[in-house]
């Protein structure tokens, strides 16, 4: 439901958030891969990001002692983290080697993937408007894809 009582669903607000700055990623991206080796970027890209939020964490008041989390919190967590990191190194590749304008919808197939291990892993069952607009994103990679 994109309205409530009291306005945006906070999931929706924060999505479209994460949307903007993904998009704004791909272009400074493409900009600063000029001259450049994409793993090299990546690894500039991951420092700024673990200096940034390790700030912010502290900032926040956020900090805990990470020993106390449970080795099942652990090794999901380093599970996505190396499934992020391989999906930048990809992603810094791709956008060296393809234009921004491509290669962002593409990645965005992960929209769909997502939707499949979520109702495979998760126990999650999307309605059928749902898949309607999981198959419009399918869709449009592939149109995207295509050589005309």
């Not at 991206?29 to 994409?38: E, F």
């Not at 793993?39 to 956020?62: E, M, N, P, Q």
């Not at 769909?112 to 898949?131: H, M």
């Amino acid at each position: 439901m994109i309205s409530s009582s009291s306005g945006a669903a906070p999931w929706l607000i924060w999505a479209l958030l994460s949307a903007m700055f993904a998009s704004l990623t791909a272009i400074f991206a493409k900009l600063g891969l000029r001259g450049v080796d994409s793993d090299f970027a990546t690894l500039i890209r991951t420092g700024v990001i673990l200096l940034v939020l390790a700030g912010f964490v502290v900032w926040a008041g956020k900090w805990s002692d990470p020993r106390a989390l449970a080795g099942k919190t652990w090794a999901f967590l380093v599970l996505s983290a190396l499934a992020t990191g391989a999906s930048w190194v990809c992603y810094f590749r791709a956008l060296k080697l393809g234009d921004a304008a491509k290669v962002a919808p593409v990645d965005k197939l992960s929209v769909v993937l997502v939707a499949i291990f979520a109702v495979a892993f998760l126990g999650e069952r999307p309605a059928l408007k749902d898949w309607c607009g999981i198959a419009l994103v399918a869709a449009g990679v592939v149109l995207l894809s295509l050589r005309l």
